[in-house]
Protein backbone atom coordinates (compact mmCIF):
# COMPACT_ATOMS: atom_id res chain seq x y z
CA UNK A 1 0.00 0.00 0.00
CA UNK A 2 1.12 3.48 -0.94
CA UNK A 3 -0.17 6.53 0.46
CA UNK A 4 -0.03 10.23 0.14
CA UNK A 5 -1.89 13.48 1.77
CA UNK A 6 -2.89 16.22 -1.43
CA UNK A 7 -4.90 19.46 -1.97
CA UNK A 8 -7.39 19.67 -4.42
CA UNK A 9 -7.47 22.39 -6.73
CA UNK A 10 -9.69 22.29 -10.12
CA UNK A 11 -10.80 20.04 -12.74
CA UNK A 12 -9.65 19.75 -16.28
CA UNK A 13 -9.02 17.81 -19.43
CA UNK A 14 -6.77 15.40 -20.70
CA UNK A 15 -6.02 14.40 -24.44
CA UNK A 16 -5.84 10.37 -24.28
CA UNK A 17 -3.67 8.28 -26.57
CA UNK A 18 -6.70 7.49 -28.76
CA UNK A 19 -7.58 11.12 -28.97
CA UNK A 20 -10.77 11.35 -26.45
CA UNK A 21 -10.63 13.99 -24.07
CA UNK A 22 -10.49 12.60 -20.81
CA UNK A 23 -11.75 14.67 -17.58
CA UNK A 24 -9.36 14.63 -14.65
CA UNK A 25 -9.19 16.18 -10.99
CA UNK A 26 -5.91 17.96 -10.52
CA UNK A 27 -4.49 17.37 -7.23
CA UNK A 28 -1.09 19.27 -5.10
CA UNK A 29 0.34 15.85 -3.68
CA UNK A 30 2.47 16.18 -1.60
CA UNK A 31 5.44 16.14 -0.19
CA UNK A 32 4.65 14.37 3.04
CA UNK A 33 6.89 13.67 6.05
CA UNK A 34 6.42 10.86 8.60
CA UNK A 35 6.21 12.04 11.67
CA UNK A 36 5.15 8.75 13.55
CA UNK A 37 5.61 4.93 13.38
CA UNK A 38 3.73 2.53 15.36
CA UNK A 39 4.78 -1.01 15.70
CA UNK A 40 2.88 -4.55 15.88
CA UNK A 41 4.74 -4.34 19.65
CA UNK A 42 4.75 -1.35 20.74
CA UNK A 43 1.14 -0.04 19.73
CA UNK A 44 -0.68 -3.46 18.76
CA UNK A 45 -0.79 -2.44 15.14
CA UNK A 46 0.93 -1.43 12.00
CA UNK A 47 0.78 1.94 11.27
CA UNK A 48 2.33 5.15 10.18
CA UNK A 49 1.71 9.16 11.15
CA UNK A 50 2.11 11.73 7.95
CA UNK A 51 2.18 15.35 7.78
CA UNK A 52 0.70 17.64 5.34
CA UNK A 53 1.03 21.46 5.23
CA UNK A 54 2.57 23.64 7.57
CA UNK A 55 1.16 26.69 9.38
CA UNK A 56 2.76 29.65 11.91
CA UNK A 57 1.70 28.16 15.46
CA UNK A 58 0.64 24.99 16.98
CA UNK A 59 -0.49 24.33 20.30
CA UNK A 60 2.47 22.77 23.00
CA UNK A 61 1.39 19.16 22.92
CA UNK A 62 1.71 18.97 18.77
CA UNK A 63 4.80 21.14 19.47
CA UNK A 64 6.48 18.20 21.65
CA UNK A 65 4.93 15.46 19.23
CA UNK A 66 6.38 17.35 16.55
CA UNK A 67 9.86 17.95 18.26
CA UNK A 68 12.41 19.30 15.08
CA UNK A 69 9.88 18.58 12.66
CA UNK A 70 7.61 21.29 11.31
CA UNK A 71 4.75 22.77 12.10
CA UNK A 72 1.84 20.45 9.51
CA UNK A 73 -1.77 21.49 9.25
CA UNK A 74 -2.87 18.24 8.74
CA UNK A 75 -1.75 14.81 10.30
CA UNK A 76 -3.31 11.73 8.92
CA UNK A 77 -2.71 7.54 10.77
CA UNK A 78 -2.88 5.55 7.53
CA UNK A 79 -2.44 1.96 8.72
CA UNK A 80 -0.05 -0.84 6.65
CA UNK A 81 0.18 -4.67 6.71
CA UNK A 82 4.32 -3.74 5.41
CA UNK A 83 6.67 -4.01 8.67
CA UNK A 84 9.81 -1.22 8.30
CA UNK A 85 7.57 0.59 5.18
CA UNK A 86 8.43 4.26 6.13
CA UNK A 87 11.02 5.70 9.20
CA UNK A 88 10.41 8.83 10.92
CA UNK A 89 11.75 11.91 8.97
CA UNK A 90 11.17 10.82 5.38
CA UNK A 91 9.62 12.23 2.67
CA UNK A 92 7.12 11.29 0.33
CA UNK A 93 6.69 12.42 -2.54
CA UNK A 94 4.02 11.99 -6.22
CA UNK A 95 6.98 9.68 -7.68
CA UNK A 96 5.62 6.92 -5.59
CA UNK A 97 2.58 6.68 -8.35
CA UNK A 98 3.01 6.45 -11.83
CA UNK A 99 0.30 6.91 -14.70
CA UNK A 100 -2.24 3.92 -15.01
CA UNK A 101 -2.10 3.56 -11.63
CA UNK A 102 -5.24 3.08 -9.86
CA UNK A 103 -5.93 4.71 -6.56
CA UNK A 104 -8.89 5.47 -3.87
CA UNK A 105 -9.65 9.03 -2.73
CA UNK A 106 -10.95 9.81 0.52
CA UNK A 107 -12.16 13.49 1.11
CA UNK A 108 -15.11 15.30 2.84
CA UNK A 109 -17.84 16.31 0.75
CA UNK A 110 -19.39 20.16 0.44
CA UNK A 111 -21.58 21.27 3.03
CA UNK A 112 -25.19 22.14 1.41
CA UNK A 113 -26.78 22.63 5.03
CA UNK A 114 -30.73 21.99 5.50
CA UNK A 115 -32.42 19.86 3.06
CA UNK A 116 -35.39 18.79 2.58
CA UNK A 117 -36.30 15.12 1.52
CA UNK A 118 -36.36 15.64 -2.67
CA UNK A 119 -33.06 16.83 -2.65
CA UNK A 120 -31.42 15.15 -0.12
CA UNK A 121 -32.85 11.42 -0.28
CA UNK A 122 -34.58 11.46 -3.67
CA UNK A 123 -37.67 11.37 -2.97
CA UNK A 124 -40.13 12.41 -6.30
CA UNK A 125 -42.46 14.94 -4.39
CA UNK A 126 -46.26 15.22 -4.54
CA UNK A 127 -48.31 15.22 -7.48
CA UNK A 128 -48.99 18.74 -8.78
CA UNK A 129 -52.60 18.45 -8.69
CA UNK A 130 -55.87 17.15 -7.23
CA UNK A 131 -56.16 19.37 -3.98
CA UNK A 132 -52.12 19.26 -3.06
CA UNK A 133 -51.68 22.87 -2.75
CA UNK A 134 -47.63 23.60 -0.51
CA UNK A 135 -47.53 19.76 -0.59
CA UNK A 136 -45.24 19.35 -3.49
CA UNK A 137 -42.01 18.78 -1.48
CA UNK A 138 -43.32 17.39 1.56
CA UNK A 139 -42.07 14.06 3.10
CA UNK A 140 -45.70 12.74 3.74
CA UNK A 141 -46.69 10.45 6.59
CA UNK A 142 -44.01 8.83 8.63
CA UNK A 143 -46.22 5.83 10.04
CA UNK A 144 -47.73 5.68 13.55
CA UNK A 145 -46.06 2.88 15.63
CA UNK A 146 -46.02 1.24 19.28
CA UNK A 147 -43.20 3.03 20.16
CA UNK A 148 -44.72 6.52 19.66
CA UNK A 149 -41.57 8.10 18.01
CA UNK A 150 -39.48 8.50 15.09
CA UNK A 151 -36.65 5.32 14.77
CA UNK A 152 -33.08 6.22 14.44
CA UNK A 153 -32.61 6.16 10.02
CA UNK A 154 -35.70 7.38 9.28
CA UNK A 155 -35.52 9.31 5.82
CA UNK A 156 -36.06 12.55 6.90
CA UNK A 157 -35.09 16.50 6.12
CA UNK A 158 -32.10 17.84 7.85
CA UNK A 159 -28.04 19.02 7.40
CA UNK A 160 -26.82 17.69 4.53
CA UNK A 161 -22.81 17.19 3.07
CA UNK A 162 -19.84 17.53 5.05
CA UNK A 163 -19.77 13.50 5.48
CA UNK A 164 -16.59 11.08 4.88
CA UNK A 165 -16.53 10.20 1.06
CA UNK A 166 -14.24 7.29 -0.51
CA UNK A 167 -14.41 6.80 -4.66
CA UNK A 168 -12.80 4.15 -5.66
CA UNK A 169 -11.17 2.55 -8.99
CA UNK A 170 -9.52 6.15 -10.22
CA UNK A 171 -6.99 5.89 -12.75
CA UNK A 172 -3.91 8.40 -12.43
CA UNK A 173 -3.82 9.67 -16.30
CA UNK A 174 -0.31 11.83 -15.76
CA UNK A 175 2.48 12.59 -12.83
CA UNK A 176 4.04 16.06 -12.73
CA UNK A 177 7.32 15.72 -10.77
CA UNK A 178 8.53 18.77 -10.71
CA UNK A 179 5.22 20.86 -9.31
CA UNK A 180 4.23 17.77 -7.41
CA UNK A 181 1.00 17.19 -9.05
CA UNK A 182 -1.77 14.22 -9.54
CA UNK A 183 -4.54 14.10 -12.89
CA UNK A 184 -6.84 11.85 -11.44
CA UNK A 185 -9.54 10.35 -14.17
CA UNK A 186 -13.04 11.27 -12.69
CA UNK A 187 -14.38 13.58 -10.14
CA UNK A 188 -13.11 14.11 -6.54
CA UNK A 189 -15.37 14.44 -3.36
CA UNK A 190 -15.00 18.26 -1.52
CA UNK A 191 -14.26 21.61 -2.63
CA UNK A 192 -10.91 23.30 -3.94
CA UNK A 193 -8.26 23.55 -1.53
CA UNK A 194 -10.27 20.62 0.38
CA UNK A 195 -7.57 17.34 2.30
CA UNK A 196 -7.77 14.50 0.28
CA UNK A 197 -5.92 11.13 0.58
CA UNK A 198 -4.66 8.94 -1.84
CA UNK A 199 -4.29 5.49 -1.70
CA UNK A 200 -3.52 2.72 -3.78
CA UNK A 201 -1.74 -0.92 -3.96
CA UNK A 202 2.08 -0.86 -5.12
CA UNK A 203 5.68 -0.54 -4.26
CA UNK A 204 6.58 2.36 -1.56
CA UNK A 205 8.93 4.39 -3.01
CA UNK A 206 10.40 7.28 -0.57
CA UNK A 207 12.94 9.89 -0.95
CA UNK A 208 15.38 11.37 2.59
CA UNK A 209 14.78 15.07 2.87
CA UNK A 210 17.84 16.41 1.78
CA UNK A 211 19.25 19.03 4.33
CA UNK A 212 20.84 21.78 3.35
CA UNK A 213 24.26 22.25 3.32
CA UNK A 214 25.48 25.15 5.78
CA UNK A 215 28.46 26.86 4.21
CA UNK A 216 32.07 26.26 6.39
CA UNK A 217 32.83 29.06 9.11
CA UNK A 218 36.16 30.27 7.58
CA UNK A 219 38.59 31.49 10.39
CA UNK A 220 39.95 35.09 10.71
CA UNK A 221 43.60 34.00 9.94
CA UNK A 222 42.58 32.08 6.58
CA UNK A 223 40.71 35.42 5.23
CA UNK A 224 43.60 37.18 6.23
CA UNK A 225 45.47 34.91 3.41
CA UNK A 226 42.76 34.81 1.40
CA UNK A 227 42.52 38.79 1.18
CA UNK A 228 45.19 40.06 -1.17
CA UNK A 229 46.93 43.23 -0.10
CA UNK A 230 45.50 45.87 -2.51
CA UNK A 231 47.97 48.13 -4.53
CA UNK A 232 48.66 51.37 -3.30
CA UNK A 233 47.76 53.77 -6.32
CA UNK A 234 50.89 55.59 -8.26
CA UNK A 235 51.56 59.08 -6.77
CA UNK A 236 53.03 61.23 -9.81
CA UNK A 237 56.34 62.34 -8.85
CA UNK A 238 56.15 66.31 -9.09
CA UNK A 239 58.86 68.26 -10.92
CA UNK A 240 60.73 70.56 -9.22
CA UNK A 241 60.31 74.06 -10.92
CA UNK A 242 63.52 76.29 -11.82
CA UNK A 243 64.23 79.11 -9.37
CA UNK A 244 63.82 82.41 -10.59
CA UNK A 245 67.51 82.83 -11.21
CA UNK A 246 67.83 80.09 -13.05
CA UNK A 247 64.68 82.24 -14.97
CA UNK A 248 66.49 84.87 -15.64
CA UNK A 249 69.72 83.15 -17.28
CA UNK A 250 67.28 81.14 -19.31
CA UNK A 251 66.04 84.52 -20.50
CA UNK A 252 69.44 86.31 -21.66
CA UNK A 253 69.47 86.27 -25.32
CA UNK A 254 72.17 84.40 -27.29
CA UNK A 255 75.30 85.94 -28.77
CA UNK A 256 74.92 86.51 -31.95
CA UNK A 257 78.23 85.33 -34.36
CA UNK A 258 78.83 87.83 -36.36
CA UNK A 259 79.22 87.12 -39.95
CA UNK A 260 82.44 88.81 -42.00
CA UNK A 261 81.05 90.52 -44.49
CA UNK A 262 83.12 89.26 -47.61
CA UNK A 263 84.69 92.35 -49.34
Known amino acids: MKFIL ?37 DGYLASQIGYG ?13 KKLPK ?15 EVGKEIKVNIFTPGDIVRVTGVSKGKGFQGVVKRHGF ?15 PGSIGSTDAARVFKGKRMGGRMGTDQVTVTNLEIIKVDLEKNLLYILGALPGARNGLLLIKGPGEFKIQEVKKEEQPEEVKVEDKKKEEKPKEEPKV ?3 KEEPKPEDKKEEEK ?3 VKKVEEKK
Request: charge should be positive; charged fraction near 35%.
Open 236 to 238: EEK
Open 124 to 138: HGSPASHGHKDQLRM
Open 6 to 42: GKKLTMSQEFGSDGKVKPVTIVEAGPCLVTQVKTQEK
Open 253 to 255: PKE
Open 54 to 66: VKKKINKPLTGHL
Open 72 to 86: FRYLKEIRHDAEDVV
